[in-house]
T-cell receptor, first 114, second 114 residues
Framework: NAGVTQTPKFQVLKTGQSMTLQCAQD?????MYWYRQDPGMGLRLIYYSASEGTTDKGEVPNGYNVSRLNKREFSLRLESAAPSQTSVYFC?????????????FGSGTRLTVV | QQQVKQSPQSLIVQKGGISIINCAYE??????FPWYQQFPGKGPALLIA?????SEKKEGRFTISFNKSAKQFSLHIMDSQPGDSATYFC?????????????FGKGTHLIIQP
């Protein structure tokens, strides 16, 4: 019963490098989300996907791209990393039929951009 | 514009005491108010949630109080234990638009002193 799996758990990038954060869920949820967590800022939505094949911007999408590869997988890409993107990134999923109860979060990816 | 305001930022409570965390929201369309608990190195996990058709919901030592007219809701932890030490986030969303994600408060770092 894995739930939401994120990889990698830790990553250090140099400014300008690119990388993709991976997320997969095994709960057959339709909706998936990427949040970033910064001290004193709470959790802010970067992008979300209400269903396979659809993605939409959240509160802080600049500098990021996403791909909903299939129903299980939702990846987040940083094309040219900046120090301001140093953060902890969380992927989450939910069942829109009971969206108000089904937010399951992964354990996070701690990203440092130097 | 911050739609969910949470206070205090940090809270220290003696073991056995009552921990109280408050949140206020602005969007009157919100109709689902969950609380998440997050331990260090982990993703947030749903703790308890309430809808505005009730003024209070209790699950074990955790109680949500909801004041619709004041647009406020709070989390009470009775008989607080050291194992309750964590960061707590309030959140809000509206069931009709749940696919675009929860709006989170900035979090409260709770420490229960033994």
């Amino acid at each position: 019963n894995a739930g939401v799996t994120q990889t990698p758990k830790f990553q250090v990038l140099k400014t300008g490098q690119s990388m993709t954060l991976q997320c997969a869920q095994d709960m057959n949820h339709n909706s998936m989300y990427w949040y970033r967590q910064d001290p004193g800022m709470g959790l802010r939505l970067i992008y979300y996907s209400a269903s396979e094949g659809t993605t939409d911007k959240g509160e802080v999408p600049n500098g990021y791209n996403v791909s909903r590869l299939n129903k299980r997988e939702f990846s987040l890409r940083l094309e040219s990393a900046a120090p301001s993107q140093t953060s902890v990134y969380f992927c989450a999923s939910s069942d829109e039929r009971k969206a108000n109860y089904g937010y399951t979060f992964g354990s996070g990816t701690r990203l440092t951009v130097v | 514009q911050q739609q969910v305001k949470q206070s205090p930022q940090s809270l220290i409570v003696q073991k056995g005491g009552i921990s109280i965390i408050n949140c206020a929201y602005e969007n009157t369309a919100f109709d689902y108010f969950p609380w998440y608990q997050q331990f260090p190195g982990k993703g947030p996990a749903l703790l308890i949630a309430i809808r505005p058709d009730v003024s209070e919901k209790k699950e074990g030592r955790f109680t949500i109080s909801f004041n619709k007219s004041a647009k406020q809701f709070s989390l009470h932890i009775m008989d607080s234990q050291p194992g309750d030490s964590a960061t707590y986030f309030c959140a809000a969303t509206y069931s009709g638009g749940g696919a675009d994600g929860l709006t989170f408060g900035k979090g409260t770092h709770l420490i229960i002193q033994p």
